[in-house]
């Protein structure tokens, strides 16, 4: 927007100081178009400061610094098309307080503007964080889970499988034929289990 506001500042100067009429006419074509250039710029940031009511008000400022300084650009040009050039540049000379206004407004608001992005990345950073530190505890207690999963697995085994050592080892020792292996489960060593009590019962048979 400001942009549009310094080219039309310029394009009006060109236009007061032109005896061309067709220049004129061309400086009068850009001028419109940079009118509607800064009209589409507020109604789009109007669109995204939707929930910013500081950043509202600054472009009710910007509309009301920039509308003055207009109408007072249009006079120069009305006057300037009269070919009353020197009439139109003395007028001119008197709009350097509207543009001092409305570059002050534009000003205030781009700082507003830049405090608000500061924060937005601010938050951003702080949501990424946030993330990335609830990740890294899901995986650290991911872990701890499938360690804690894997310790008592693995202890069952072991006494399981040191159950079955015990019971081999007292017939071996002691001929007992009527020791049995505890079965609670019929998963892979408990079929073990079963295989071992079958035999300790045929031999017991026998």
Known sequence: MRLSFVEIREATLNHST??????????????AELKK??????A?????????????????????????YIALTD???????????????????????????????????NAHAKARATESRAAANAA????????????????????SFCFVISRSIN????????V??????ELDLTARVPVKREDEIGVMGLVLNHLLERLQRN
Request: proline share 0%; charged share 30%; aromatic share 6%.
């Open 37 to 42: 250039h800064f009209a589409d710029a507020a």
């Open 75 to 109: 006079q120069v040009r009305e006057i300037s098309s009269g070919n009353r050039n020197e009439a139109a540049q003395k007028l001119f000379s008197t709009t350097k307080d509207k543009f001092a206004a409305l570059n002050d407004s534009l000003t205030k608001h």
């Open 44 to 68: 789009e940031y109007e669109k995204l400061a939707a929930d910013d009511d500081a950043g509202r008000a600054l472009l009710e400022a910007d509309r009301k610094a920039y509308a003055e």
């Open 18 to 31: 032109s005896w061309n009429g067709e220049e004129k006419k061309q400086l009068d074509q850009h001028i």
């Open 168 to 173: 081999i080892s007292h017939v071996d020792t």
């Open 128 to 147: 990424a964080m946030r993330n990335n530190r609830l990740a890294s505890a899901s995986i650290i207690l991911g872990i701890l889970i499938v360690g």
């Open 159 to 166: 006494k399981r499988l040191t159950s079955m050592e015990e």
